[in-house]
């Protein structure tokens, strides 16, 4: 079975501390893991998937298959992090890809 | 820079009634999706769809939902019987490929 856990529901942290959001899933195979992120009145929109190793707005994550965790993390959070966290997780090696989802962190930065 | 978009924003219907909820997805797009998510839970696959035809579907995605892409652009999911239980977000999302997901803005769909 295909499961994406976020533990914490919700994260609060100061400007300019370490922020990291959880995410550990369950998958037999090898999954595509992948970070979407909800801004304020926004659509969700994809931030980073673990096969492009790239950074975005700051943000890494590195996935873990030993711990199978796929965590994000950004080393000085700013006030526009801001939001909704999504981790997701699709397992298909072909054709459509669905995403299975946790239930999602919302971050607070506070000032 | 083009964007799923989603008809109407807000629906409001009685139970029993039908749906049809409309989505154009990104015009060179070949991958389809419905995805909902209930009020304070996680997003949850309905439906994936490719060259006209359903690819998978959800426990979700019973003999009440259906999808059409009725004119080469617009790509709909109908609900045939409304339920309490269907108030939801629905997203619509297209792909060109297997690896990023556009994600429409939802709509919200309130059974009364």
């Known amino acids: 079975a295909q499961r994406v856990t976020q533990p914490e529901k919700l994260l609060s942290v100061f400007k300019g501390a370490p922020v990291e959001l959880k995410c550990n899933y369950s998958y037999s195979g090898s999954p595509e893991l992948f970070w979407y992120v909800q801004y304020s009145r926004q659509r969700l929109q994809l931030l980073l998937r673990?096969?492009s190793r790239e950074s975005i707005k700051g943000f890494t994550a590195d996935l873990n298959k030993g711990e199978t965790s796929f965590h994000l993390k950004k080393p000085f959070a700013q006030e526009e992090d801001s939001a909704m966290y999504y981790c997701?997780?699709?397992?298909?090696?072909?054709?459509?890809?669905?995403?299975?989802f946790g239930q999602g962190t919302r971050l607070t930065i506070n000032p | 820079e083009p964007e799923v978009t989603q008809t109407p924003s807000h629906q409001v219907t009685q139970m029993g009634q039908e749906v049809i909820l409309r989505c154009v997805p990104i015009s060179n797009h070949l991958y389809f999706y419905w995805y909902r998510q209930i009020l304070g839970q996680k997003v949850e696959f309905l439906v994936s769809f490719y060259n006209n035809e359903i690819s998978e579907k959800s426990e979700i995605f019973d003999d009440q939902f259906s999808v059409e892409r009725p004119d080469g652009s617009n790509f709909t999911l109908k609900i045939r019987s409304t339920k309490l239980e269907d108030s939801a977000m629905y997203f619509c999302?297209?792909?060109?490929?297997?690896?990023?997901?556009?994600f429409g803005p939802g709509t919200r769909l309130t059974v009364l």
């Open positions: 997701a997780l699709s397992g298909r090696i072909q054709g459509a890809q669905k995403l299975v």
């Open positions: 999302a297209s792909s060109e490929s297997r690896f990023t997901q556009y």
């Open positions: 673990h096969i």
